[in-house]
C-alpha cells in the first residue's frame, strides 16, 4: 500500500527536479543576488541592501524602460489580436489544401531562430533596406524606421502573431458552424453574427493567446536588441546591459526580479478580469 | 392555396447534382416531412429555403414573393438545426430572445413573449440555465422554441429528434406536433425516420438521390407507394415475385389476389401485401399453407415469418393476450385483392 501511495509521487519527480534546478533554484539566487551590496571598484560584495530596487524604481531612467516595455508589449498585444483573431477565422473557413498551406506558412516562422529574423527585418527596414529602395525609387522620400519602436513593434507582431492565431482558431475548430448560421436565420447580419455569437466563444482562445503575446513581448531580448539599437532598450535588454557591460550584477538581478514581478501581475490581474466572465458563461 | 412554393429547385455541388428538379406546394399552417435515406438531399433542400445553400437552379416563392436570392437573415424563416445550434455563452431567456432583439422589440415585449414562447415549451423554470445545463430534450425545445418565438411564416426542422434516444424521441414527436398545432407554423420537417414521418405529417415527400418520388398523406404513401423502393422504405412490406398472365398475377402456380393492374401479358412483376393485411388460417383454408420458420413478439404486436411456396412472407397480428400460433405450425394465408397491389418489377430499384 505505501509504494501505491508513493507512485504519484514518483511519477512526478522527474518534472519537478527539472522544475526545481532550472527555474526555482536559479531564481531564488537571483533574489538573493538581487539584495547584495556591490561597489564599483570591489564587485559584489556581502551584506544586505534594497538600494538597487530602491534606485531602479526611482531613477527616471529605468522607469522610462520599464513604460516602453509595458506600452510595447501591450501594442503587440493588441495588434496580434486585431490581426490574429480575423485571420484564425479566416483560416478556420477555408477548405482543405488551402487551411493546411496557410496554416504552414503561419507557423512556418517559428521553425527560423528569432535573430535571424530580426536581421531579416533589419534589412527590409534599414536606410538603405528594400523599403528605402523602394520609396526612392517610387521618387518617395525614405522614411526612419530602424531603430525605432515601430520597426521594434513590427517585429515583436511578426514573431507574436503565430501564438495569438493558433490558440483562437482551436477555439473557432470547436465552434458548431450551423451556430452562426442560427445567428443569420434569425435576423443577425454577418457583422453581427461574428460580433455576438463567435466572438465571444473565442474569447478565451483570444485571452491565452493575449497572455502568451504579452508574455513573450515584455520579455523580448533578440527583437529590441537588434532593432532598437543602442539607445532603445527594453526590459530584457536592460538587464544584459547591467549584466555584461556595467557588471553589476545585483542591480541586474533587481531589474529583473522587477520586471517578473510585474509581469506576473499585469497577467494575472487580466486573466482574472476576462475569465472570470468568460468562465461562467462558457464553464 | 399555396404559401410556400419550390419550383424546379436543384443544387449542384461541381458534376455532383445532390437536388434534382424539385416541385413542391406548400400551404399555410401544413406539417410536411422531406423523408429518405441519408445523403438524398434532404438537408440541402432545406438549406436552400432557409438560405444558406445558393440554388443552381429555380425558384422558391413565399406568400407570393420570390426569396430564392434572399440573405437568410431577411427571410426571416424559423429553423431548428440537427445540432440545435443554440449559442453556449447565453442563458435559455437570452437564446431565445436573440430573435427578437435584431427586430429591435422593446425589453418589455421581448420578456413578455420569451416567457409565453417558454410556457409552450414547458421550459419556464429553465430560462436562466445555460445550454449545457439541460438535457437532449431540453435543448430541442429551446432551439424550437428561438426559432418559433420570432413567428416566422415557416419552420424549418432538420432531423430535429434524430439526437435523442428512442422513447424520448416518441415523446417530442407528439411535443413537436402539440406545439406545431398550437401555433399554427407551416412546417417543413426532415427526416429518414418513417415511422416519425408517417405519425406527425400532414403530408410526407419521399427523396431518392436528390429527386422527389412521392407526395402523399401519410396513410396514402402506406397504402399507395408509388415505387418499390418506396413500399420498401416505408413500413414493412412484402413483395412476393409473380409473373403477370391472363390478368392476373401468378407466382408458384398459384393466382394471386390482387388490384387490377395494366401490365402486359407475361411480364415480371411484384405483388406488394403489407404485413399485417394477411389472415392466416388453418391449413388448407387459405391461398396457400406455409410453415411458421420463427416469430418474434414486438409488444403490441407479433412478427411471423413463414415459408410458403412463394417465398418467405412476414405476417404481423396484434397481440390479444392470448398465446398465438407456435413455431413449426403449418398454417394458411389469405389476403383481400384489395390489399394487394402489382408493381412491375422493373419500376425502379
Ligand atoms: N457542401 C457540399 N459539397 C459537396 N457535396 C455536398 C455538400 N453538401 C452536401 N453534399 C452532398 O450532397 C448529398 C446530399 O446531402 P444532404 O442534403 O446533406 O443529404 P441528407 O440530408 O439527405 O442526408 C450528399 O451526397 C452530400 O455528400
Ligand atoms: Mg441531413
Given amino acids: ?283 | 392555396m399555396a404559401f410556400l412554393t419550390l419550383q424546379s429547385l436543384s443544387k449542384a455541388f461541381g458534376d455532383f447534382t445532390a437536388v434534382r428538379d424539385v416541385d413542391l406546394s406548400v400551404a399555410k399552417g401544413e406539417f410536411v416531412s422531406l423523408l429518405g435515406p441519408s445523403g438524398c438531399g434532404k438537408t440541402t433542400t432545406l438549406q436552400m429555403i432557409a438560405g444558406l445553400v445558393e440554388p443552381t437552379k429555380g425558384t422558391i416563392t413565399l406568400d407570393g414573393r420570390d426569396i430564392t436570392h434572399e440573405k437568410p437573415n431577411r427571410r426571416g424563416l424559423g429553423i431548428v438545426f440537427q445540432s440545435y445550434a443554440l449559442f453556449p455563452h447565453m442563458t435559455v431567456a437570452d437564446n431565445v430572445a436573440f430573435g427578437l432583439e435584431m427586430r429591435k422589440i422593446g425589453k418589455a415585449e421581448r420578456e413578455r413573449r420569451v416567457k409565453e414562447i417558454l410556457g409552450l415549451v414547458h421550459l419556464a423554470p429553465f430560462a436562466e440555465r445555460y445550454p449545457r445545463q439541460l438535457s437532449g430534450g431540453q435543448r430541442q425545445r429551446v432551439a424550437i422554441a428561438r426559432a418559433l418565438v420570432i413567428e416566422p411564416p415557416v419552420l424549418l426542422l432538420d432531423e430535429p429528434l434524430s439526437n435523442l434516444d428512442a422513447k424520448l424521441r416518441e415523446e417530442m414527436q407528439f411535443e413537436l406536433r402539440r406545439i406545431q398545432r398550437s401555433v399554427g407554423t407551416t412546417t417543413i420537417m426532415v427526416t429518414h425516420d418513417q415511422a416519425e414521418a408517417l405519425s406527425i405529417s400532414d403530408r410526407v415527400v419521399v427523396m431518392e438521390q436528390g429527386r422527389m418520388t412521392q407526395i402523399d398523406a401519410p396513410y396514402r404513401l402506406y397504402e399507395r407507394p408509388a415505387t418499390a423502393f418506396i413500399s420498401s422504405f416505408v413500413g414493412k412490406m412484402n413483395r412476393i415475385d409473380a409473373v403477370w398472365r391472363g390478368g392476373r398475377a401468378e407466382a408458384a402456380g398459384l393466382a394471386l389476389p390482387s388490384e387490377a393492374a395494366s401490365l402486359s401479358e407475361g411480364v415480371a412483376a411484384h405483388v406488394a401485401v403489407r404485413p399485417e393485411k394477411i389472415v392466416l388460417g388453418a391449413p388448407g383454408q387459405g391461398l396457400f399453407d406455409g410453415t411458421v420458420s420463427s416469430r418474434f413478439f414486438l409488444g403490441s404486436y407479433w412478427l411471423f415469418n413463414v415459408e410458403t411456396p412463394v417465398g418467405t412472407v412476414i405476417v404481423s397480428l396484434p397481440n390479444q393476450g392470448a398465446e398465438p400460433v407456435a413455431e413449426g405450425a403449418t398454417v394458411s394465408l389469405r389476403w383481400q385483392p384489395e390489399s394487394a397491389a402489382v408493381i412491375a418489377a422493373g419500376a425502379a430499384a
Fill in chain 1, 1 to 283: 500500500m505505501k509504494s501505491r501511495a508513493l507512485t504519484p509521487w514518483l511519477l512526478v519527480s522527474p518534472a519537478t527536479l527539472l522544475f526545481l534546478g532550472l527555474v526555482v533554484l536559479p531564481l531564488i539566487l537571483t533574489v538573493i543576488l538581487s539584495f547584495h551590496v556591490y561597489d564599483h571598484s570591489t564587485g559584489i560584495k556581502d551584506g544586505f541592501t534594497v538600494a538597487h530596487y530602491v534606485r531602479v524604481l526611482t531613477d527616471d531612467y529605468y522607469l522610462t524602460i520599464f513604460w516602453r516595455t509595458l506600452r510595447l508589449a501591450a501594442l503587440t498585444t493588441l495588434i496580434c489580436v486585431l490581426i490574429g483573431a480575423p485571420e484564425a477565422y479566416v483560416l478556420s473557413r477555408m477548405g482543405d489544401p488551402w487551411r493546411s498551406i496557410f496554416l504552414l506558412v503561419i507557423i512556418g516562422p517559428l521553425l527560423v531562430s528569432v535573430v535571424v529574423r530580426a536581421f531579416g527585418w533589419s534589412m527590409l527596414l534599414g536606410s538603405t533596406g528594400l523599403l528605402n529602395q523602394t520609396l526612392r525609387a517610387l521618387g518617395l522620400d525614405p522614411v526612419r524606421l530602424l531603430y525605432t519602436e515601430t520597426a521594434i513593434v513590427i517585429a515583436l507582431v511578426h514573431v507574436m502573431l503565430p501564438f495569438m492565431v493558433i490558440p483562437v482558431w482551436t477555439a473557432l475548430q470547436k465552434l458548431d458552424p450551423a451556430v452562426e448560421a442560427a445567428a443569420w436565420s434569425l435576423g443577425a447580419s454577418r457583422f453581427t453574427a461574428l460580433r455576438r455569437v463567435v466572438l465571444p466563444q473565442v474569447s478565451l482562445g483570444m485571452l491565452s493567446g493575449s497572455l502568451i503575446v504579452f508574455g513573450l513581448s515584455a520579455s523580448a531580448f533578440a527583437i529590441p536588441g537588434l532593432l532598437g539599437g543602442r539607445r532603445l532598450k527594453m526590459a530584457a535588454t536592460l538587464v544584459y546591459d547591467e549584466y555584461m557591460s556595467e557588471l553589476n550584477w545585483p542591480l541586474g538581478a533587481a531589474i529583473a526580479i522587477i520586471v517578473l514581478a510585474a509581469n506576473l501581475v499585469i497577467m494575472l490581474g487580466y486573466n482574472r478580469l476576462v475569465e472570470t466572465r468568460a468562465r461562467r458563461a462558457l464553464g
